[in-house]
């Protein structure tokens, strides 16, 4: 009887989720051009109106910032991920080993990370409306998304954080 052991299932999982990335990443541009054009809608309705509409230039402004943030995604996270955790970016190209416990599950957890991002940008978005709390809770997502991106680099940093408070507990209080 042949049985699938927990390393092959992660490693076939996490080849197949290069493609899953792709397809968000599809979504990703579709999405953004679609609230490009929303938000050049919006400015359009505003210029016709005379700044008497309900809308207002701020969710127009919205839509075309997170509209140009999902059209240029890559640039994006890439932009994101450089200024919270510096030059070293886990997007680079690797070799990508398939018995790999740790890279499998790194796609996973960065694939989730993507997910993350595009959700919480939706929810920022939506946060403009009236009657919409989501505007907390879109940005965590997003925070959420850059951090489950670097996944190795965040581990890094809280290790770093961890590592300097139990063995000098007493300096990180001091003014």
């Not at 899953?20 to 309705?45: D, P, R």
């Not at 505003?46 to 910032?65: E, M, Q, R």
């Not at 595009?118 to 978005?125: H, W, Y």
């Amino acid at each position: 009887m042949n049985s699938a052991d927990l390393i092959t299932m992660l490693g076939n999982l996490s080849r197949s989720l290069q493609s899953v990335e792709h397809l968000i990443g599809g979504f990703s541009y579709l999405s953004g051009i679609i609230l490009v054009y929303t938000g050049i809608l919006k400015f359009k309705k505003l210029a016709n109106s005379g700044h008497h509409g309900k809308d207002h230039h701020s969710t127009a402004v919205a839509f075309i910032l997170i509209g140009s943030a999902l059209l240029f995604l890559p640039t994006t996270i890439n932009m994101l991920s450089n200024s919270t955790f510096g030059g070293n970016n886990v997007l680079q190209y690797t070799h990508f080993n398939q018995n790999d416990v740790y890279a499998s599950m790194g796609v996973l957890i960065q694939t989730a990370g993507l997910i993350w991002f595009i959700r919480g940008s939706m929810m920022v978005l939506h946060a403009g409306k009236p009657g919409e709390p989501n505007g907390v809770r879109g940005f965590l997502f997003i925070c959420a998304g850059v951090m489950a991106i670097n996944f190795s680099l965040t581990l890094s940093a809280v290790d770093y954080i961890i590592k300097h408070l139990v063995s000098n507990p007493f300096s990180f209080w001091k003014v």
